[in-house]
């Protein structure tokens, strides 16, 4: 028989933000493997010693695909304060359709902004994709605002 579930885990609402954290985890790790199969074929090193390893100090440069595949900078600078909010709206007991409407909107809006940024999709794909996924992340924070301004 198998153990009682943790409180957390009857959580509908965090269940829901586990998925779709787990989810832009994982396409981040995608890209981190994107990012380094275009190092190794554009021959392009962020480092000295991973250019001597791969051919020659030559190779310690950057090279605008590799750039372009680092859109993992800009997730870490949004997924992070996602991961925060999320966890924390999460415990707020919010209504769990209105929650599983936030946690998808932003995910699907970083997905659609990494393959705008890889893609190199048209103007202004990525820019609305970033400013739709902003979109739950403020009402969100809002929201914890909201409910912590009597603790302050």
């Not at 739709?132 to 603790?151: D, G, W």
Request: hydrophobic letters at 45%.
């Amino acid at each position: 028989r198998a153990a009682p579930s943790p409180k957390m885990m009857e959580n509908t609402v965090f269940m829901s933000f586990m998925f779709y954290s787990t989810i832009l985890i994982l396409k981040m790790y995608v890209i981190a493997i994107i990012t380094g199969q275009v190092r190794l074929r554009k021959k392009a090193f962020a480092n000295p010693e991973d250019a001597l390893r791969n051919g020659g100090l030559q190779y310690y440069r950057e090279d605008p695909d590799v750039e372009r595949c680092r859109a993992h900078r800009n997730d870490m600078e949004n997924i992070f304060p996602f991961l925060f909010l999320g966890a924390i709206y999460s415990l707020l007991d919010p209504s769990p359709a209105v929650a599983r409407i936030h946690f998808f909107i932003f995910c699907v809006g970083r997905i659609v902004h990494t393959i705008a940024y890889l893609l190199r999709l048209k103007a202004p794909t990525r820019s609305v994709a970033y400013g739709v996924a902003q979109l739950p992340c403020f009402s969100m924070a809002l929201q914890i605002l909201l409910a912590t301004t009597p603790y302050w």
